[in-house]
């Protein structure tokens, strides 16, 4: 090989490696992704399937629980007497004697199904047709599948040769059933009462339950929430329910091969249904081979997988494009001339506005670093245009709270959530900080609420600063603690000679009004008297204070308008607290709390037109040396106005049962008494006259109207002057029949057997 060929040689190899190693570094991430994201995909798989298999089973489980406990109760009913009793009565007629049996069976029934989450709409039908529900019994089971039981998809005929000719128990699809009261989509669960010596073809009885499709989507709520399906098989393989989204598109699954497995137990495959790539758990119940299978598209099993694929290659790609491009920037960055970039950008930036022309005294860099500094100053002026909108809602918000404007704790917490404040701690208190420097001391304030973002400041006026903070039981000393160590921080920040003041601790957030103006109070103190830190509480001890608060006053006045005497007990009991067990009171103290009380007391009397003798009441609080025993005189005083309260409802109570009871006795005759008639008379709603009337009366409208009926006709029949028509018509029933059934239900009893 010649010189020259050999050097063309070396150089094409040279540069044939330069190019499988440019490749083997291109393709070498490639490479490790599709790798990486292999083994994602199947570790996504894998983890669904697990989810899936938990959540089918937590689902399938409270689904044969909620079955175990329907059959256990209709079990139980089963062999109840009176119900096997009741089997073998020939319907129901007038003046039939088994209507007290029936009765209590009914009974029976409610309290054995009294449990609704369990035993929802349950209904007892006896080969007989008499009827037993939830809201009473009903007589022809025709007229209860058209009036409380009426099936969507399930004719008359079919609903009754299904339920009594079962052998077992058994459930029906989910479809939608009229109960008469609402309309809802359920499953039936139907369980068959029948006397297998006599080996006859029907039931005696079916007792029946609704399954909600509520209580099935709660029952399987984990795998519905992530856009899943549920699809529920009886042991013969027909659907009875499909739940979530797999009904999405209206196509019902009935192709039962794709969802279900011949295997037993577990099963885990990926189907194609309606053209989408879906993950199936198969289970099958071991105790009534009822087949369940969960449904979960791939995209949603596959959107996090799907969303960092994309990424990943995206990536990929945009690196290697870049990688390529970095061969020819060298070449291309001296090609085009910058100026065709800024020609383009120029309409980004919107330049011509801002009168920044291009100009032979300018560069084309200093053109570019123009416009993006003019975008900069956009966007600084934007921010703080936000930032002092923020600042101001805020400080609106802090002026309403400390001026106590807000009239709910709703209210407060909505507002401050709105201004950017979040109040979410219990208990809160406040601190006022002041000094002669005012403005070096707002500024300190400035610094510091950028400093801790979580601070609530608030500046008052020229020379005072408040900070709203919340405290905690575990520390009682934590307010002087954070008073002495935020005066010190704002003393380095230069602050001079700051004075705090700190307020009370408050519950409500209504309240904080108050430890703001102890706090502003107490801060002005401190700065009279040349002391750095004044607490509210601590001061009223140390002077020795009368404790008689605005809020106490307030809420003495309320209980004893709502005549709660517990509450004024407690309102004492707090007052002698604070007076006497903690600060021990001096007895010009002891003056000023008893004439805050009696101010209040003389107050409410005049408002409220008790008669009282001012000058007596005055004159016997003044003659009590003690302030314990003055106390005790005024909380008797509080205690006879909340009894009196108490007794002036009594009495408009009574005044109303009087009235109701004479106008009862006056129209009773009247066939057509009724809740709208009395409620006109006394000009109230119907709804409002029902709760009215069972409050005052003691029980419900017909109830008492019946009873008083009923007491009337049985004077007139010991009287013997009527026959049983007239009588009904005297005491206000539109027939004797209606009069027989009601004396019967009342007395268990017929009105001509009770005469003789």
Not at 593 to 605: A, D, H, P
Request: proline share 2%.
């Amino acid at each position: 090989m010649t010189r020259q060929k050999l050097k063309r040689f070396h150089v094409k190899r040279i540069y044939s490696t330069l190019l499988l190693s440019y490749g083997a570094l291109l393709a070498a991430p490639f490479i490790a992704v599709f790798l990486l994201l292999s083994f994602w995909k199947n570790s996504t798989e894998n983890y669904y399937s697990e989810i899936m298999k938990n959540d089918l089973t937590e689902g399938r489980m409270a689904f044969e629980k909620q079955l175990d406990i329907m059959c256990a109760g209709a079990f139980s009913v089963s062999n109840d007497s009176d119900l096997k009793w009741v089997y073998f009565l020939d319907g129901l007629k007038d003046g039939d004697n088994n209507i007290a049996a029936l009765i209590r069976c009914n009974d029976m029934l409610r309290q054995t199904f009294a449990d609704s989450e369990h035993y929802q709409n349950y209904s007892v039908i006896m080969k007989n047709e008499l009827i037993f529900r939830k809201s009473g019994m009903v007589v022809g089971d025709k007229f209860f599948y058209d009036n409380y039981c009426t099936y969507q998809n399930t004719d008359f005929e079919t609903w009754r040769k299904q339920s009594f000719e079962a052998d077992t128990w058994q459930l029906f699809p989910l479809e939608e059933i009229d109960t008469g009261e609402e309309t809802l989509q359920a499953m039936t669960f139907s369980y068959p009462v029948r006397n297998y010596i006599q080996q006859e073809q029907e039931a005696n009885a079916v007792v029946q339950f609704l399954l909600s499709k509520e209580n099935l989507e709660q029952m399987f709520g984990q795998l519905l929430s992530r856009q899943g399906g549920i699809l529920i098989y009886d042991a013969e393989d027909r659907l009875l329910a499909s739940l979530g989204k797999i009904n999405a598109d209206g196509d019902d699954p009935e192709n039962t091969d794709l969802f279900l497995s011949e295997a037993t137990g577990e099963d885990i495959r990926q189907i194609k249904w309606n053209g989408t790539d879906c993950l199936v758990v198969n289970q099958t119940s071991e105790e009534n081979g009822m087949h369940f299978a969960a449904v979960l598209p791939m995209a949603v099993v596959m959107q996090d997988f799907q969303r960092i694929r994309r990424a990943a290659w995206l990536i990929l790609f945009t690196g290697a494009v870049l990688e390529i491009g970095l061969g020819c920037c060298f070449a291309l960055r001296y090609s085009k001339p910058i100026h065709n970039l800024i020609d383009n950008m120029q309409g980004f930036f919107m330049l011509e506005d801002r009168e920044i022309h291009k100009t032979e005294n300018i560069s084309e860099y200093e053109y570019l670093e123009k416009g993006v500094h003019a975008l900069l100053d956009d966007y600084q002026s934007l921010n703080a245009m936000l930032q002092e909108k923020t600042v101001k809602e805020r400080r609106n918000f802090l002026t309403l709270l400390m001026n106590g404007e807000f009239d709910t704790e709703l209210n407060i917490i909505e507002e401050a959530a709105h201004a950017g404040i979040r109040l979410v701690q219990e208990d809160y208190y406040v601190l006022v900080f002041g000094s002669e420097e005012g403005e070096k001391l707002l500024s300190a304030a400035k610094k510091c609420a950028e400093t801790e973002t979580e601070q609530i400041w608030y500046p008052v006026d020229p020379t005072h600063v408040a900070l709203l903070q919340y405290c905690t039981e575990e520390n009682p000393m934590e307010p002087l603690l954070v008073g002495e160590q935020t005066a010190e921080k704002l003393k380095q920040l230069g602050a001079e000679e700051v004075y705090v003041g700190i307020g009370s601790c408050y519950t409500e957030k209504r309240e904080i009004v108050f430890s703001y103006q102890q706090a502003l109070y107490c801060s002005d103190k401190g700065k009279i008297e040349k002391q750095n830190v004044v607490e509210y509480s601590r001061e009223l001890w140390k002077r020795n204070m009368p404790w008689y608060p605005l809020e106490m006053e307030e809420k003495l006045q309320a209980a004893t308008k709502n005549g709660n005497s517990e509450q004024v007990k407690e309102i004492f009991i707090k007052i002698r607290e604070e007076n006497l067990g903690k600060i021990h009171l001096s007895a010009n103290g002891g003056k000023v709390v008893i004439s805050g009380i009696t101010s209040t007391l003389i107050r409410m009397c005049n408002n409220m037109a008790e008669s009282m003798e001012t000058e007596q009441l005055l004159e016997k609080v003044q003659t009590e040396q003690s302030f314990p025993k003055a106390l005790e005189v005024l909380e008797t005083q509080f205690l006879r106005l909340c009894e009196e309260n108490y007794h002036s409802r009594s009495r408009k109570s009574e005044i109303y049962y009087q009235k109701l009871e004479e106008y009862l006795e006056k129209n009773y005759g009247n066939p057509s008494l009724g809740v709208p008639m009395v409620a006109e008379e006394f000009g109230l709603s119907e709804n409002y006259f029902s709760i009215f009337f069972k409050e005052t009366m003691g029980k419900s409208f017909s109830s008492y109207l019946e009873k008083l009926r009923l007491e009337k006709a049985k004077k007139l029949i010991a009287g013997g002057k009527w026959d049983m028509e007239t009588i009904a018509q005297m005491v206000g029933y539109g027939s004797s029949a209606t009069f027989r059934r009601a004396f019967k239900r009342a007395y268990g009893i017929a009105p001509s057997a009770w005469k003789e």
